[in-house]
T-cell receptor, first 116, second 116 residues
Framework: AQSVTQPDIHITVSEGASLELRCNYS??????LFWYVQSPGQGLQLLLK??????LVQGIKGFEAEFKRSQSSFNLRKPSVHWSDAAEYFC??????????????FGSGTRLSIRP | GAVVSQHPSWVICKSGTSVKIECRSL??????MFWYRQFPKQSLMLMAT?????????EQGVEKDKFLINHASLTLSTLTVTSAHPEDSSFYIC????????????FGPGTRLTVT
């Protein structure tokens, strides 16, 4: 079965500073990887996803993530954060479609706060 | 495109009563829908996977007789919380996967359930 670890529960960065949120996954085959963002009391918005191909993935709102198979990681980055980026960020992993692992499993989340 | 709605967005019910939550895919057909539960400041925990026309598959520890899931059509899945207790109070989120086999799941905005 697949699993996801987000080691940072809460991160605070200054507005305009760069950001990196860590995500490590466990899955025996090539994973399908996602980053979602959730604002308080809201549903989930997909930031980006990796299925195959280029390991550097561009997403919405200026976010990008890099898939590193050797490190089982899929860290999320943004060069310059804005106050509106304050939210909860979830990394998620899914397995092969049609398999018992095709469901998407979420990490525990990282809460991002922005310092003015 | 790829919009998922949930109804109601929030509901308050008394202990012992049942409450039904609807999840609809508005502009695509969803062979598979998922139900998640999220406690305050925690991650999404997958409760069950429902496939149109067949019984739902529940995750370990989820009471199938308490959380009844019906996926009667390619655009509608319902979650009924039976004999609700205050500990069932939570944020329930559904997601839907496009029937064409794409791996991405589209999430609804969530339903806040409060049991008094």
């Amino acid at each position: 079965a697949q699993s996801v670890t987000q080691p940072d529960i809460h991160i605070t960065v200054s507005e305009g500073a760069s950001l990196e949120l860590r995500c490590n996954y466990s899955y025996g085959a090539t994973p399908y990887l996602f980053w979602y963002v959730q604002s308080p009391g809201q549903g989930l918005q997909l930031l980006l996803k990796y299925f195959s191909g280029d390991t550097l993935v561009q997403g919405i709102k200026g976010f990008e993530a890099e898939f590193k198979r050797s490190q089982s990681s899929f860290n999320l980055r943004k060069p310059s954060v804005h106050w509106s980026d304050a939210a909860e960020y979830f990394c998620a992993v899914g397995g092969e479609l049609g398999s018992s692992a095709s469901k998407i499993i979420f990490g525990s989340g990282t809460r991002l706060s922005i310092r003015p | 495109g790829a919009v998922v709605s949930q109804h109601p967005s929030w509901v308050i019910c008394k202990s012992g009563t049942s409450v039904k939550i609807e999840c609809r895919s508005l502009d695509f057909q969803a062979t598979t829908m998922f139900w998640y539960r999220q406690f305050p400041k925690q991650s999404l925990m997958l409760m069950a996977t429902s496939n149109e026309g067949s019984k739902a598959t529940y995750e370990q520890g989820v009471e199938k007789d308490k959380f009844l899931i019906n996926h009667a059509s390619l655009t509608l899945s319902t979650l009924t919380v039976t004999s609700a207790h205050p500990e069932d109070s939570s944020f329930y989120i559904c997601s839907a996967r496009d029937h064409r086999g794409f791996h991405e799941q589209y999430f609804g905005p969530g339903t806040r359930l409060t049991v008094t």
